[in-house]
């Protein structure tokens, strides 16, 4: 089992950029795939992207493409989420998520832990 515990959330103006973390603790981070999700108030929680194990292979979400980036970093039991041009839509909750297997899925039911989310807000 992974914890999970993001950080990095905050305001930030429309255009602007901003840099999610979160840090894993448990054997097994450098071993699975992860990915970052977030939800709007009363809305869904929808992924963003989601990377495999190694690092090379990832996904994103159509609406996400070209202005998130997501990484990790398994040497520090973390992983990121770049994001610039950021729109007041992008405003939520944003959660970190381990699988539990390698490769990348672009469901939530194949996440299976969970850290407690940052909240982004963006201003126009």
């Known amino acids: 089992q992974v914890q999970l515990v993001a950080s990095g959330g905050g305001l930030v103006q429309a255009g602007g950029s901003l840099r999610l973390s979160c840090a894993a603790s448990g054997r097994t981070f450098g071993s699975v795939a992860v990915g970052w999700f977030r939800q709007a108030p009363g809305k869904e929680r929808d992924i963003l992207a989601a990377?495999?194990?190694?690092?090379?292979?990832?996904y994103y979400a159509a609406f996400v493409k070209g202005r998130f980036t997501i990484s990790r970093d398994n040497s520090k039991n973390t992983m990121y989420l770049q994001m610039s041009s950021l729109r007041p839509e992008d405003t939520a909750v944003y959660y970190c998520?381990?699988?539990?297997?390698?490769?990348?899925?672009?469901?939530?039911?194949?996440?299976?832990?969970w850290g407690q989310g940052t909240q982004v807000t963006v201003s126009s």
């Open positions: 990377i495999n194990w190694s690092g090379n292979s990832a």
């Open positions: 998520a381990a699988a539990a297997d390698a490769n990348w899925h672009s469901r939530l039911s194949d996440y299976t832990s």
